[in-house]
């Protein structure tokens, strides 16, 4: 059998690091800390369970693929609280789309829209795909398994830690049927203002590809709510008909929340694409039961819970700055849960605060991929999750701290 795109896409990210790590033993005079996976760790509110417990007789029914109108119409009254969006700009039963946690639905949106070709001055080429450098693993994999060229677009210090799509080949952007990029990006934690996000929806609409805005860490920022694409697509104006037309966004509960086990989440934007996503997931996607979807409309429902845990975060990154100031090129995040910090070589540095300090956290490099230049834009980077408690957190950045000097 030939396995050709598994072995172009390569090894993931965290079977790579159980390669790097797992024949190590830390010190067994220290408690191991895990900060290597970015799942939340925060208190969910007691709804989660009371809902859940209210609706379990929903498990003897069947979930339709489009949800439940009450999932879809929480959504939009979030959407349009949170981002100010005009009455009527967003219909439940049109404009989103139910998912089982975004990661499914971020895979699957590439084969739904990347063609077997893309007509270019009378030919028919390889299409491509635009993925942000470094980035969430899963736009690899969708983009691979989807037939399309994967050009990764590397998001450095230089660049502000945002991708620049707009300085690509005019070659590469003729050919490109999506491109994926996370605000805050994942995991430096940049944000893209309203103009950067503008300038992107007109190129993607300049080059007829879909731009796929990754929201997930959207409600986790230090001090200033990010904006959101579908602000931009506001800003831009139109056609009410056309006004989200080339976009759509992600976002998920499991970091909002802290329900990474839920697995509930939603696609908001291009009605076109949407219609034809629902055709392909017809065939493909995962169903959310019917107990969890009124748990998650709940949520999206519920803000208080969300302010009480970024605060948690904001707290953490106050440890961060107090222990490591202005070493490794520490700066304050402003949106997402992630320190990036520039050590010199990642990988080794990851070795060894796993073996010296009982921390484990994650390379640069493996949430990048080296680019045709051969310039991996994660190499001398080290991410570390703020997932853990305050205490926690403490103790592990003290222990890397002693370890890197």
Same mark, same amino acid.
């Given at each position: 059998m030939?396995?050709?795109?598994l072995?172009?896409?390569?090894?993931?990210t965290?079977?790579?690091?159980?390669l790097?790590l797992?024949?190590?033993?830390p010190p067994?005079?220290l408690e191991?800390i895990?900060?290597?996976?970015?799942e939340?760790q925060h208190?969910y509110?007691?709804?989660?369970?009371?809902t859940?417990?209210?609706?379990?007789?929903?498990y003897g029914?069947?979930?339709?693929?489009l949800g439940?109108?009450e999932y879809r119409e929480a959504v939009?009254?979030?959407l349009?609280?949170?981002?100010?969006?005009?009455a009527g700009?967003i219909d439940?039963?049109r404009h989103i789309?139910?998912l089982?946690?975004?990661?499914?639905?971020l895979y699957l949106i590439?084969p739904?829209v990347?063609?077997?070709?893309?007509?270019?001055?009378?030919?028919?080429?390889?299409p491509?795909a635009?993925?942000?450098?470094?980035?969430?693993?899963v736009?690899?994999?969708a983009s691979?398994f989807?037939g399309?060229?994967t050009v990764y677009v590397?998001?450095?210090e230089?660049?502000?830690?945002?991708p620049?799509?707009a300085a690509?080949d005019e070659?590469?952007?003729?050919?490109?049927? !999506?491109?994926?990029v996370s605000?805050?990006t994942?995991?430096q934690?940049?944000?893209?203002? !309203?103009?950067?996000?503008?300038?992107m929806?007109?190129?993607?609409r300049?080059?007829?590809?879909?731009?796929?805005?990754?929201e997930?860490?959207a409600e986790v920022?230090?001090?200033?709510?990010?904006?959101?694409?579908?602000e931009?697509?506001?800003?831009?104006g139109?056609d009410?008909?056309?006004?989200m037309?080339?976009v759509?966004?992600?976002h998920?509960?499991s970091?909002r929340?802290?329900v990474?086990g839920?697995?509930?989440?939603f696609?908001?934007g291009?009605?076109v694409?949407?219609?034809r996503?629902?055709?392909?997931?017809?065939y493909?996607s995962?169903?959310?039961?019917?107990?969890i979807?009124?748990?998650?409309?709940?949520?999206?429902?519920?803000?208080?819970h969300?302010?009480e845990s970024?605060?948690?975060?904001r707290?953490?990154?106050d440890i961060?700055e107090?222990?490591?100031?202005?070493?490794y090129g520490?700066y304050r995040?402003?949106?997402?849960?992630?320190l990036w910090l520039?050590?010199?070589n990642?990988?080794?540095?990851?070795r060894?605060?796993w073996q010296?300090?009982?921390v484990?956290?994650?390379?640069g490099?493996?949430?990048?991929r080296?680019?045709?230049n051969?310039?991996n834009?994660?190499?001398p980077y080290?991410?570390i999750?703020?997932v853990?408690?305050a205490?926690?957190t403490e103790?592990?950045?003290q222990? !890397?701290?002693?370890?890197?000097?």
């Amino acid at each position: 059998m030939n396995f050709e795109r598994l072995d172009n896409l390569g090894i993931a990210t965290f079977d790579r690091l159980r390669l790097l790590l797992d024949p190590i033993a830390p010190p067994t005079d220290l408690e191991p800390i895990m900060m290597a996976v970015g799942e939340p760790q925060h208190a969910y509110p007691d709804l989660v369970g009371d809902t859940m417990h209210a609706n379990r007789h929903l498990y003897g029914k069947y979930p339709l693929l489009l949800g439940t109108g009450e999932y879809r119409e929480a959504v939009a009254e979030w959407l349009n609280w949170r981002y100010d969006l005009p009455a009527g700009m967003i219909d439940p039963g049109r404009h989103i789309v139910p998912l089982a946690g975004s990661r499914e639905g971020l895979y699957l949106i590439a084969p739904t829209v990347v063609p077997e070709s893309k007509s270019v001055g009378g030919r028919n080429l390889q299409p491509t795909a635009l993925v942000a450098n470094p980035f969430y693993q899963v736009y690899a994999g969708a983009s691979v398994f989807a037939g399309a060229e994967t050009v990764y677009v590397s998001a450095t210090e230089e660049t502000g830690f945002l991708p620049d799509f707009a300085a690509l080949d005019e070659d590469i952007l003729q050919r490109a049927a !999506i491109a994926y990029v996370s605000n805050p990006t994942n995991p430096q934690g940049a944000v893209a203002d !309203i103009d950067q996000l503008c300038d992107m929806i007109r190129l993607a609409r300049k080059h007829d590809f879909l731009l796929i805005v990754d929201e997930c860490y959207a409600e986790v920022y230090d001090n200033t709510p990010p904006p959101g694409a579908l602000e931009a697509c506001v800003k831009i104006g139109g056609d009410p008909d056309h006004i989200m037309d080339n976009v759509l966004v992600f976002h998920s509960l499991s970091k909002r929340s802290s329900v990474p086990g839920l697995r509930v989440g939603f696609c908001a934007g291009d009605p076109v694409v949407l219609k034809r996503y629902l055709q392909f997931r017809s065939y493909s996607s995962p169903q959310i039961p019917l107990p969890i979807l009124a748990t998650g409309a709940a949520l999206w429902r519920e803000n208080d819970h969300v302010a009480e845990s970024r605060s948690l975060y904001r707290h953490k990154i106050d440890i961060a700055e107090r222990i490591l100031g202005s070493r490794y090129g520490f700066y304050r995040p402003p949106g997402g849960f992630f320190l990036w910090l520039k050590v010199g070589n990642g990988e080794e540095a990851t070795r060894r605060i796993w073996q010296e300090a009982a921390v484990r956290i994650v390379p640069g490099a493996y949430v990048c991929r080296t680019d045709h230049n051969g310039f991996n834009p994660g190499d001398p980077y080290i991410r570390i999750a703020l997932v853990v408690d305050a205490a926690t957190t403490e103790t592990a950045l003290q222990r !890397i701290v002693e370890t890197l000097n």
